[in-house]
């Protein structure tokens, strides 16, 4: 299924768009734990990377990749163009939550 490429631009080079097909949406959302959020805002104080969350995020964004080709797949598409990913905090005091919404344009391509 890593045969679906999944673009940022509208067209893709040496390669001809046959058919739109429609947009497809994948999103994915994880709650933190209060260790994380604890180390997270002692390295706010402190600098430094939070390895628990790049980590956490790198697992979203491929399980969004992954999820957007299915669906590219299932609708007869072979690519995917005019992708794009978010990440948004959702939350409050108490609670923390991570989102990637991931959105592309599925296509059939020659």
Do not use: C, W
Request: charged residues 20%; proline residues 2%.
């Amino acid at each position: 299924m890593k045969d679906i490429p999944i673009l940022t631009t509208p067209t893709i080079e040496n390669a001809s768009v046959v058919e739109y097909i429609g947009l497809v949406t994948s999103r994915n959302v994880r709650a933190m734990n209060i260790f994380k959020d604890f180390m997270t805002s002692f390295r706010d104080v402190f600098g430094g990377r939070s390895g628990s969350y790049q980590n956490i995020m790198s697992e979203m964004e491929s399980e969004v990749l992954q999820e957007i080709r299915e669906k590219t797949q299932v609708l007869g598409g072979n690519a995917v163009i005019g992708f794009s990913l978010d990440f948004e905090s959702i939350g409050s005091k108490d609670r923390s939550l991570i989102m990637v919404h991931g959105r592309g344009t599925a296509v059939i391509i020659q």
